[in-house]
């Protein structure tokens, strides 16, 4: 008892604490988005259930380089075009690296998007498992 109520270990605790929230915080917000899919599964999904692409990134990164007959939604605009997007099918979300479009993901499934995951890694990761990539809209 003696431990917990030293000055000095209490500020060990308090940072063993924060500690532990900064490492789960990542973890907390993939579950309340959906998940992530690695690039196999994503194809997968694609050719078994498909699933529709959404490109979150700025327009001018996806003329620059998306996923083919992947859809562009920029972040900005992903609330007001909810509506647009197919209901009967799985949304996958893309981004650069995959760390905006968890935030995207969460949004969707709280405005009632039932099936939605974003890419592990984003088109990064995409590019480098050798998955084609093109050029202009």
Same mark, same amino acid.
């Given at each position: 008892?003696?431990? %917990?109520? @030293? #000055?000095?270990?209490?500020? +060990? /605790?308090?940072?063993?604490?924060? !500690? &532990? ?23 997968? %999904?694609? @050719? #078994?259930?498909?699933?529709? +692409? /959404?490109?979150?990134?700025?327009? !001018? &990164? ?25 209901? @009967? ?49």
């Amino acid at each position: 008892m003696d431990f %917990l109520l @030293n #000055q000095n270990n209490l500020l +060990l /605790i308090a940072v063993a604490i924060g !500690s &532990a929230i900064m490492l789960a915080w990542p973890m907390i917000q993939r579950s309340r988005s959906g998940g992530a899919v690695s690039t196999t599964e994503a194809v997968q %999904l694609m @050719n #078994q259930k498909h699933a529709v +692409l /959404i490109d979150i990134r700025p327009a !001018s &990164a996806f003329a620059a380089g998306h996923i083919p007959q992947s859809r562009n939604i920029p972040l900005e605009e992903i609330n007001q075009k909810t509506a647009t997007l197919p209901k @009967n099918k799985p949304l996958i979300l893309v981004c650069d690296q995959g760390r905006s479009a968890i935030g995207a993901a969460t949004r969707l499934r709280a405005q009632g998007v039932a099936e939605v995951v974003t890419l592990e890694g984003g088109l990064r990761a995409w590019s480098a498992a050798g998955l084609p990539v093109t050029a202009g809209k």
